[in-house]
């Protein structure tokens, strides 16, 4: 059960990120140098189980330490973005907004756990969240099940000229998405699951 369960989540994850490349511009089509996969991992927990409640609301909502590898050399930044995937928000085209950081170094191969908020950081790095500047955690409901909490990294060849205060996070969001046209160069997915524990 617990295996076809995963799997039906994996198929849902491999959906939305089709269909938000698509979206953004980004497919690999568009691109004249083969897309790479990244190899993304956390500490925290493992790909597709659940994510303790130090990294949730009903915790600590400290971000998870996250590292990667296999990203090519043309990298000049990457994206982080960290949304839950079972969360439609508004007319329902868009999802519940965790965590999106951009202008990450591109010599970058970690992010320590507990990144401080901040608009930017002092190495350039750039963050919003659907309420702040910050890491916002996990916080499905205890009825019903896991919430799928998608981890998505992006190495791009360029800097992104978008700044973290003049928008909303959504208008943000689709501005990092449409920056990101024609420069994802490799992609890591990285899934948590989370709810609540009963009160």
Do not use: C
Not at 22 to 50: H, K, N
Not at 168 to 181: L, N
């Amino acid at each position: 059960m617990i295996r076809s369960r995963l799997f039906r989540g994996a198929a849902m994850v491999f959906a939305l990120v089709t269909a938000e490349a698509t979206t953004a511009g980004i497919a690999q089509a568009q691109s004249r140098t083969p897309m790479r996969v990244l190899t993304l991992t956390t500490t925290a927990f493992t790909d597709g189980a659940e994510m303790p409640r130090r990294q949730a609301q009903s915790g600590r909502d400290v971000s998870p330490a996250l590292s990667w590898s296999g990203a090519p050399d043309s990298t000049r930044s990457y994206v982080l973005l960290v949304h839950d995937a079972d969360a439609a928000m508004g007319d329902g085209t868009d999802d519940a907004l965790h965590w999106l950081v951009w202008n990450i170094p591109g010599t970058a191969t970690s992010l320590a756990e507990g990144v401080p908020s901040g608009a930017q950081l002092a190495d350039g790095t750039r963050q919003i969240s659907v309420s702040g500047p910050y890491y916002r955690g996990p916080a499905a409901p205890s009825t019903g099940p896991a919430h799928h909490y998608v981890f998505e990294l992006f190495a791009l060849d360029t800097m992104l000229n978008v700044p973290p205060t003049a928008m909303s996070p959504a208008a943000t969001r689709e501005a990092i998405m449409r920056a990101m046209a024609g420069h994802v160069r490799a992609k890591g997915v990285l899934v948590g699951l989370y709810r609540r524990p009963a009160p």
